[in-house]
C-alpha cells in the first residue's frame, strides 16, 4: 500500500504537525482567544496542521477589514485591474497545483488522483471569472415619459460577501465564492469547515503573492456554532453565499432574516 507524504521541504505546504495562521486584512494571525484545533488526515488520524479557532471576535475583526478595503482602495479597481489580478492568480493556482491538490487529499481525503484532475477546472474557473470582470454592464431604456430623460441601469458591487464552504471540495469551493467576489468588485470573509481548513489558507497565500490588496479576502477558521454563526448572523455582511447541508441553509436564512 502507497501512502502519501507531504513535500515538507517546501514552506508552502507544511503539513508536518506545526501551526498555521489564519488570514485578516492581509497579516497572518492567531485567533482573538488563542484557541486552536487541530486538522488531521481522515485515512491516518495523524495530525497535519493546528489552526487558529476563531470565533465572533475573529469575524468582526475580518468583516471591519472587508469593509475597510471595499470601501478604501478596492473601491478604485477598474474591471480591466481585476481582471489582470485574476489571471494572475489563475496563474499561480497553476504554479502551485501540486502542492494545493496534495493538501486536498491530506485534510480531507480526496483521491490524490482526483486531485490533480481538477486542476484545468478550478484554474478554468478563476480564468472564466477573469474574463466576467470586464464584462459585466447596465443598458440604457428607452424612457417612456414626456421630456428628455435618460433611463439607464448600472450593475454595482454588493459589498462585503461571506463565504461559509463545506469539508468535501475546499479548493473548488473556495474559487466558487473568492472569484466572483473579486471579479464584481467585493471583498469577501470565507470561513472554510473546521473539518478541512487547510486549502483554504494556502490559498490565502496564494491571494497575498498575487498582490491582492489587504482586507479583500479574509480567511478565518473555526467551527460553526463559533465562527460560521457570527459571520452569517454579521450586520456588517452584505451577502452571504454559502454551500453545505439543507440543515445549515436554513440556519442561516433564518439569521440573515432576522439580521
Given at each position: 500500500m502507497n501512502t502519501i507524504q507531504a513535500n515538507t521541504s517546501?514552506?508552502?505546504?507544511?503539513?508536518?504537525?506545526r501551526h498555521h495562521q489564519m488570514f485578516i486584512d492581509g497579516r497572518w494571525t492567531d485567533s482573538v482567544t488563542g484557541e486552536v484545533f487541530a486538522s488531521r488526515n481522515p485515512a491516518t488520524g495523524e495530525v497535519l496542521a493546528t489552526v487558529p479557532r476563531g470565533s465572533a471576535a475573529d469575524i468582526d475583526l475580518a468583516v471591519a477589514a472587508a469593509r475597510r478595503a471595499f470601501d478604501g482602495p478596492w473601491?478604485?479597481?477598474?474591471?480591466a485591474e481585476r481582471?489582470?489580478?485574476?489571471?494572475?492568480?489563475?496563474?499561480?493556482?497553476?504554479k502551485y497545483w501540486d502542492d494545493l491538490s496534495l493538501c486536498d487529499t491530506l485534510d480531507m481525503g480526496?483521491?490524490?488522483?482526483?486531485?490533480?484532475?481538477?486542476?484545468?477546472?478550478?484554474?478554468?474557473?478563476?480564468r472564466y471569472y477573469a474574463g466576467l470582470a470586464t464584462t459585466l454592464?447596465?443598458?440604457?431604456?428607452?424612457?417612456?415619459?414626456?421630456?428628455?430623460?435618460?433611463?439607464?441601469?448600472?450593475?454595482?458591487?454588493?459589498?462585503?460577501?461571506?463565504?461559509?464552504?463545506?469539508?468535501?471540495?475546499?479548493?473548488?469551493?473556495?474559487?466558487?465564492?473568492?472569484?466572483p467576489a473579486l471579479a464584481t468588485g467585493c471583498t469577501i470573509v470565507l470561513k472554510p469547515s473546521e473539518e478541512a481548513p487547510?486549502?483554504?489558507?494556502?490559498i490565502a497565500r496564494?491571494?497575498?503573492?498575487?498582490?491582492?490588496?489587504?482586507?479583500?479576502?479574509n480567511v478565518v477558521t473555526g467551527n460553526g456554532p463559533e465562527a460560521g454563526a457570527p459571520l452569517a448572523e454579521h450586520d456588517g455582511v452584505d451577502k452571504?453565499?454559502?454551500?453545505?447541508?439543507?440543515?445549515?441553509?436554513q440556519s442561516i436564512l433564518r439569521a440573515r432574516q432576522a439580521t
Open positions: 517546501s514552506d508552502f505546504l507544511a503539513l508536518d504537525g473601491s478604485r479597481f477598474r474591471p481582471q489582470r489580478l485574476l489571471l494572475t492568480i489563475a496563474d499561480l493556482f497553476d480526496k483521491p490524490i488522483s482526483r486531485a490533480r484532475a481538477d486542476r484545468g477546472r478550478v484554474t478554468g474557473m478563476l454592464d447596465g443598458r440604457t431604456i428607452d424612457s417612456s415619459l414626456p421630456g428628455e430623460y435618460l433611463s439607464y441601469t448600472r450593475k454595482e458591487p454588493v459589498g462585503v460577501v461571506g463565504a461559509i464552504i463545506p469539508w468535501n471540495a475546499p479548493i473548488a469551493a473556495s474559487v466558487w465564492k473568492i472569484g487547510l486549502s483554504a489558507l494556502l496564494i491571494m497575498d503573492e498575487a498582490g491582492v490588496p489587504a482586507g479583500v479576502v452571504i453565499a454559502f454551500t453545505g447541508s439543507t440543515t445549515t441553509g
